[in-house]
Each structure stands twice: as C-alpha cells, then as structure tokens.
C-alpha cells in the first residue's frame, strides 16, 4: 500500500512490522532536496546483490537479522545496529530473519 | 567518554542507554563527506532550545519522551519515532523523560 511521503516535521512511527513483515513492501517515507528515507523490507531468505549507491548512506536495521557483506566482509546487523557507507562503495544485504531497515541517503546536488 | 568515529562499514550499536543515560554525553558517531550521525543524550528536564541547523536533518528517537516544537507546534517523539526536518527549519527539543535520539545531518557541499 502506497502512503504518502511525511512533509517536514510530520512524525513517522517505525514500530516493528513483526508479523505484517512478510506482507509488507519497502517504502520511501519521504525524500527532500538533500536526503530520502526508505523503510527496506526484507523477508527472511530475500537478497540484495552487491550494488552501490551514488552518495553516502546509512543503513540502520529495525528489526531482523541482515547480513551485511561491504568489501567482502560480510558482518550481521541486529536491531539497532548502524552503519555508514561512503558514496558508491559496493556493498549487498541479506536477510536471515525477516528484516526491515531504515535506509537514509544522502543525495547529491544536482541528481 | 570519547569514542574514535566509526569508519565506512563499521557497525555502531545503538542499543538504549538505560540507566547508564544520566552518565553518558551526546557523541558524534562518524562524520564523512556529506552525512554526520549524532547520538543526542538528553537527560529527563533538558532542554535544546529554538535553534536551526544549515541542513536537512532527521531526528530519530532511540528511548524516552521528546517533546519537539516545530514551527510553534510541539509533539512527543516515543522510541521509534522519525521526522525530518527542512534546512534551516526553526525547532525545540525538551526532555520528558531520560531520552536518547539519532540526529542525522546532511552536511552542504563546501560547508
């Protein structure tokens, strides 16, 4: 379900998803000039293969287990672990509990 | 307690302070090229008062009660709550209870 972004100022609540996890989507919960905020939603088993992002980002996990593997290090993330990657280091995530993270990029001026 | 800034890919814990929260001080957790992530300590009483910051920030409550005034409108942020804010955007913080929050900025090019 599609929810409309927060304006600034408008308080999201990020409870855990718990059992609605499996049937939830990832979801952008607002994005403004300089920074977007995703909630990734991470079904245990689901990957996201190595890939990088244009500007820096942080990476905080919600609830869950993720496997995190930056330059081929692969450490897990729990709930309320966080972490920063610089601008378009590569990096992949996988999910060992459903999972769901809050994912703030950074965006670049002029993209 | 000064902690040395995480690097890229170096998981921070940010599990609640607890009773340690009295004891402990706001500390930077990385600053980079275009991201800083503070963990604001804010004591049962304290008080931010009105003030801006350059630009657009996220403040993501880890535990306690925040009451935050955004343009003359104040709210409580519970543990797990998430806004963000407009560069420059006036706003208040006061500490209902012992609280901890994440503070995420966005640094301007050549600031």
Do not use: N
Not at 78 to 88: F, N, Q, R, S
Not at 90 to 96: D, G, R, S, T
């Amino acid at each position: 379900m599609a929810l409309p972004h927060a304006s600034p100022g408008q308080i999201v609540r990020l409870d855990p998803l718990g059992e609605r996890l499996t049937e939830s989507v990832s979801t952008a919960l607002f994005k403004a000039a300089q920074l977007e905020v995703v909630r990734l939603v991470l079904p245990r088993g689901h990957t996201m293969r190595d890939h990088r992002v244009q500007g820096e980002i942080t990476l905080h996990c919600l609830e869950g287990v993720i496997d995190l593997t930056v330059d081929g290090r692969t450490q897990p993330m729990h709930a309320g672990d966080l972490v920063y990657l610089a601008a378009g280091q590569p990096h992949a995530l996988h999910a060992v509990q459903d999972s769901s993270l809050l994912l703030t990029l950074c965006l670049l001026p002029g993209v």
